[in-house]
């Protein structure tokens, strides 16, 4: 089953609303949505480019995932999310073949996304989103 496209890309970034005013005016996107993400810790804001989504994810947790990546590495990309029409049978394929994966089965992302981190590739954090959002 092959990816249907680039779901998503994340960016981490300190400042939301800078980086949000920075986005429009450089891209000509439509003006972010501003999400609340309370599993994250972050608030992020998303914004479509054709059928994929821009993210910015300012973490307000230093513990949480993407508040020890933006520790770590400062600002800039974050991760890339790969559209399948069903993640839960990509999930299972990858099991069956051995492939270790971060999730095991799928979590709610921002709003109504279904996620599943698959790990890291050549320093690329990957995840996997349902292709129906």
Do not use: C
């Not at 005013?21 to 480019?49: C, D, K, N, S, W």
């Not at 990309?77 to 029409?85: K, R």
């Not at 921002?110 to 590739?121: C, K, P, Q, Y």
């Amino acid at each position: 089953m092959p990816p249907t496209r680039i779901h998503h890309i994340n960016f981490v970034v300190r400042d939301l609303e800078e980086a949000m005013t920075r986005f429009e005016q450089a891209l000509g996107v439509a003006p972010f949505e501003v999400i609340e993400h309370r599993p994250r810790g972050a608030q992020v804001a998303r914004t479509r480019i054709g059928e994929s989504w821009i993210v910015l994810v300012s973490p307000y947790d230093p513990e949480s995932v993407p508040g020890r990546h933006l520790a770590r590495h400062g600002e800039g990309f974050f991760l890339l999310s790969i559209g399948y029409d069903d993640i839960v049978k990509q999930l299972e394929r990858l099991e069956a073949s051995g492939v270790q994966v971060t999730d095991h089965k799928p979590r709610d992302g921002v709003l109504d996304w279904r996620v599943a981190d698959f790990g890291e590739i050549h320093g690329v954090n990957l995840q996997f989103a349902d292709d129906d959002n």
